[in-house]
């Protein structure tokens, strides 16, 4: 289910969907980094950082597993941010667009 937030400084909605779940799984850190969310590249870096200091077959563990729990979680976090941010969750703008044109 997509969620929509706006901005109150500039009016500006971002949506929360599906591509949030395909940009980590194959993109991983690169979405983080990109998407600001800093704290979640800290903690995948320390992950991949121990398995790697743990030796090869441990770092499979957060190498191939980051990637799966970051999938189940990432529209959460996303949401999460947005909030923190002072953003205002909102009902799909393209439907209230709709119902401001009055008909012709």
């Known amino acids: ?3 929509y937030f706006k901005s109150l400084d ?3 909605v971002e949506e929360v969907d599906a591509f949030q779940v395909l ?3 194959f993109l991983g850190p690169l979405y983080l980094c990109f998407a600001g969310l800093w704290r979640h590249l800290l903690i995948w870096g320390i992950a ?3 398995g790697l200091f743990a030796g090869p077959p ?4 957060p190498i191939a597993g980051l990637p799966i729990i ?3 979680l990432i ?3 996303v949401a999460d941010e947005y909030l923190k941010k002072g953003w205002v969750e909102v009902a799909d703008p393209k439907l209230a667009l709709d ?3 009055p008909d012709a």
């Open 10 to 12: 500039n009016g500006k």
């Open 58 to 61: 441990w770092a499979a563990i």
């Open 75 to 77: 529209r959460k976090i």
């Open 48 to 50: 991949i950082g121990l």
């Open 23 to 25: 940009a980590i799984l």
């Open 70 to 72: 970051y999938c189940f």
């Open 1 to 3: 289910m997509t969620r």
């Open 99 to 101: 119902k401001e044109v």
